[in-house]
């Protein structure tokens, strides 16, 4: 193990070198084994709102869940490069964007990451003239579920859709974005667009294999979620079992009290 610190520059110079792995992490314990697991590049994300708050989905997350959050998970230390989420609404206008990025570099973000092509450019280049590393995400986005009819719905499927991914990208890249999920793309349309990227790292979810990188919930890899697993994600272990019957192990253990002990 060094002591290497992963930076924005060093995930892009692993594109076409090495697959960037990227994995969710929303407090200290997670921060630190996925860190010691070696994974370089870890996000508090908001699924952080479905996966450990209880909410249907991401629209309900606020600044303040993901500034709390975010101080727990950077209390870790991670050499990974952590980033942030900016949550629904709150980054509707440049300034807007700018404060709550702000916020979360304090709480302990090195990136923020934000959903949205070119109507979001304003913000995303008054992020990055700040100095703060920026992520993009394209593709489905999680925070217009509710307009998009609650559905996740697949993306790049027609030529309007594909232009539409590619000329995002372009620009996201253009401004400066040092890396790009890709959500719930095409495979070929991910494909062209990480070719069509020369410097911008694309990750991706449910967006085939051949992106510069890949990134899950954590929570999705290990099971920790069992009531909803997304289709495109085989857990490797299935944590929430094991912790059932680890608790009825445990109670099974108990001793019965003694009726004398029980009444005096
Ligand atoms: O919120 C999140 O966890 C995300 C990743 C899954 C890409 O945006």
Known sequence: MTDLKFTPEFIQRMKGHQRVAALTAYDFPMAKLLDEAGVPMLLVGDSLGMVVLGHPDTTHV?????LHHTRAAARARPRA?????LPYRTYDTPEQALDSSRKLVDAGAEFVKAEGGIEILPQIQAILAAGIPFCGHLGMLPQHVLEEGGKYRIKGRDESGRNRLLIDAAA???????????????????????QA????????IGSGTACDGQILVTHDLIGAFPWFTPKFVTPRVATGNLTKSAVQEWMQSLEAPTPSTHHS
């Open 81 to 85: 490069l952590l980033g942030a989420d």
């Open 172 to 194: 996201l890249e253009a401004a400066g974005v040092f890396a790009c999920v890709l959500e719930l793309v095409t495979p070929p349309v991910a494909a062209e667009v990480t």
């Open 197 to 204: 990227c020369r410097r911008m790292v694309t990750i991706g």
């Open 62 to 66: 606020t600044l303040e869940d993901m």
